[in-house]
């Protein structure tokens, strides 16, 4: 009989150790799982996340890059022509309904210097009383932009036209040919690129027709 009962007692605790050790396999293997998931998840959400996508507000086309934490050439380079777009649209491109709107959103993509220098310009020409008064409208088209990137800090030159339609259908276009430096700062929701303009000048203001 006590033979009988040390088998019984043999056998229920090889019964339990293998329960455990059964129990310890599925353990680990659920972590293994959850760990596995919550990687791949990490490595999707960085392949989305991951990206920078540039458009271009003339010709519509975009141009998608990896996103990295150090400034990548190419991709910067890319951020600063979309900005010196983004300038040109709003700093050159209005009439009377976003004259203010358009106006305010250029002037803040530069540095104070230039804000003021191009601010005190328009109120010399008069262009707020044209525009509101007089129904002007101003419509710029970017040719080029030409960036430099290797250049301490990097240096750029556009190449646009800006058309003026006076009251009665008369027109005349210009150049408005700018050269600029750019300041990288802090992205916000107003300055997605981190990107400042500044040193900004006309240097080529010649009608062309």
Known sequence: M???NF???RKQTVDIISLKFIVLILTFAFVGC???LYWSYQVQLEKVTGTVVVIDPVTGHAAVGERTYAHDPVIRTWEYEDQVHNL???LFSFDANNYDKNLNRGLSLMDTESADFIYSKYNEGGVERRVKQNNWEFKVYMDSVIIDYNAKPSIGVAYARQTIRRKGGESLTRNVYGRFAFKDISRTRDNVHGVM???FEIF???KVQ
Do not use: E, H, P, R
């Open 2 to 4: 006590g033979k009988a």
């Open 204 to 206: 080529n203001k010649q």
């Open 7 to 9: 088998n019984f007692l």
């Open 34 to 36: 959850v760990s596995f």
């Open 88 to 90: 040109y649209q709003n």
């Open 197 to 199: 303009i500044t040193d």
